[in-house]
């Protein structure tokens, strides 16, 4: 089992940036793919991008594409979101979540452990 932890989450203007930090504790971190997520107000969980266990790959949302980068850090045991250009509606919980099987995961369901989310708002 890993307890995930987020963190840098924060009020930010149209086209800033944030980064948000997500540490894991428990297990192994490399047992697991790692996947962000966020949470609208009045919105479904929605897929933002997921890391692979090594770092050596990631995968990620069109809406977020270009914008966001997922990172890791096998040695800290953290998984980054680095956000840029942020938007209004980027403004939402954001979750990261731990995945233990195989394939890339973009379904909330695909992912075994969650963190308790961290609150991005983007405004002026």
């Known amino acids: 089992q890993v307890q995930l932890v987020e963190s840098g989450g924060g009020l930010v203007q149209p086209g800033g940036s944030l980064r948000l930090s997500c540490v894991a504790s428990?297990?192994?971190?490399?047992?697991?793919?790692m996947g962000w997520f966020r949470r609208a107000p009045g919105n479904e969980r929605e897929f933002v991008g997921t890391i692979s266990r090594s770092g050596g790959s990631s995968y990620y949302a069109d809406s977020v594409r270009g914008r966001f980068t997922i990172s890791r850090d096998n040695a800290k045991n953290t998984v980054y979101l680095q956000m840029i250009s942020l938007k209004p509606e980027d403004t939402a919980v954001y979750y990261c979540a731990a995945r233990r099987g195989p394939g890339v995961g973009v379904l909330p369901s695909e992912y075994d452990y969650w963190g308790q989310g961290t609150q991005v708002i983007v405004s002026s």
């Open positions: 428990g297990s192994t971190f490399t047992t697991y793919r």
